[in-house]
């Protein structure tokens, strides 16, 4: 290379010096052989790469080692998380409307087993791995069965609930809290659907007052935020008692389909089986309530005030951030995290960066991003045993199995 051209080099270079410098750590840039210097956070070689996808999705492919390798971690959650849902509600109402246009034969009839099929075909193809990977983490959080009585033929409702934690688990948990609360199909599974205020001696269901505390949010007990149990006189102090489960219970009266008008009528025609709930002011509890922390709901407010009153009082409990974090680590990383690992997670929960709680987007990217997660050489005891669902999962993805034609019957 001649003089000249040396220097005119070291111009241009020092004059897009302070661009270079504030670029985003995941721009492009090139060594004098024009080759591709890879991202900070890119792993160091396949192996690496294929543990991060084993946590992050249902199993490592060679193309998606690559495009982790060239990317680096950050860039490929951000775009994981940017993508729009593969959902299963619209397919499975595509593939119902062409077995009726086609009668069924015997034992062809729409059935939940179409409805896993799908589940294992989104699994297994689906570009938007982590939102899915999150949404099965979740269902084991907020768990709803197509086993249920109540739920059990509603094969349309059973997907949108899928899709509903799909959408909002990379959302805020406040909202997917609410959109929880006001689905039919776990309103019919923990019983707060059609549950009606004291009548005689009839008093509202407790099902779902309680186990939105004790499964969804808070647990038995006060926690640190290393989820270590909070100990008076060195014994851990209950997070919320019998009267509180009763007291909670009336705040979760008045739920009916969303095409009711009373607590009676409605029906489950789609797409009302699937849209959220509405809450009958009539057959709603309007007393003075005192809940969760002895926070007191005032009396005559409207059913959907009290229902986000006490959603918000759960939210902004202490126990939520170490609580959801601890899961959501042994669902994708390991099965016995450190306190250290979950008070992180748990400070990111409470505060993302801006100011904003419940940022479950962040939280997943943080889980991922730790440095017990990307520890190439883990203590003893560190990881998981993979459930059987994503072991099958990885074995497919990692032999690029190739799915039968579809149609109906098939995902």
């Not at 940017?82 to 729409?110: D, F, K, Q």
């Not at 599974?189 to 309680?210: C, I, M, V, W």
Request: negative net charge.
């Amino acid at each position: 290379m001649s003089p000249r051209v040396v220097r005119i080099l070291f111009v241009v270079t020092a004059l897009f010096a302070p661009a270079l410098a504030t670029a985003a750590i995941h721009d492009t840039l090139f060594r004098a052989s024009f080759e591709e210097l890879a991202p900070e956070d890119a792993p160091a070689d396949d192996a690496e790469a294929a543990r991060f996808l084993t946590q992050a999705t249902f199993g490592p492919t060679t193309s998606e080692i690559a495009l982790v390798r060239q990317l680096g971690y950050l860039l490929w959650i951000d775009r994981q998380l940017s993508m729009p849902i593969t959902a299963a509600r619209p397919h499975m109402e595509a593939l119902n409307a062409a077995l009726l246009a086609n009668p069924p034969g015997p034992n062809e009839e729409l059935a939940q087993r179409d409805r896993v099929d799908r589940f294992y075909h989104t699994a297994a193809y689906g570009p938007d791995q982590l939102r899915q990977r999150m949404a099965w983490a979740l269902s084991q959080i907020f768990v709803v069965s197509d086993v249920s009585g109540a739920i059990n033929e509603d094969i349309i409702q059973m997907s949108e609930y899928w899709d509903l934690l799909a959408r909002g688990g990379v959302g805020n948990y406040r909202a997917l809290l609410n959109d929880v609360t006001f689905s039919p199909t776990m309103g019919k599974y923990l019983s707060h659907f059609r549950n009606k205020k004291a009548q005689g001696t009839q008093l509202p269901d407790e099902n779902y007052a309680r186990e939105v505390m004790q499964l969804f949010s808070i647990g038995l007990v006060e926690r640190n935020p290393d989820f270590s149990p909070i100990l008076i006189a060195g014994q851990p102090v209950p997070t919320y008692d019998q009267s509180t489960v009763s007291e909670m219970a009336k705040v979760f009266t008045g739920f009916n389909y969303s095409n009711a008008t009373n607590i009676f009528n409605g029906s489950n025609a789609p797409p009302a089986g699937y849209l959220p709930m509405t809450c009958i002011q009539s057959s709603h509890d309007v007393g003075a309530k005192t809940v969760l922390a002895d926070a007191v709901l005032p009396a005559g407010q409207m059913c959907g005030i009290d229902v986000g009153d006490m959603l918000n009082i759960i939210h902004a409990h202490a126990n939520v951030a170490p609580f959801i974090s601890r899961q959501l680590i042994q669902r994708f990383v390991t099965s016995s995290p450190s306190p250290a690992y979950i008070s992180r997670i748990a400070s990111v929960f409470n505060d993302n960066g801006s100011g904003e709680r419940g940022d479950l987007g962040s939280v997943i990217r943080a889980i991922l991003l730790d440095p017990d997660a990307r520890n190439t050489v883990p203590g003893a005891g560190f990881g998981k045993l993979r459930e059987p669902v994503l072991r099958m999962t990885a074995l497919w993805r990692a032999w690029d199995v190739v799915a039968p034609p579809a149609g109906p019957g098939q995902p």
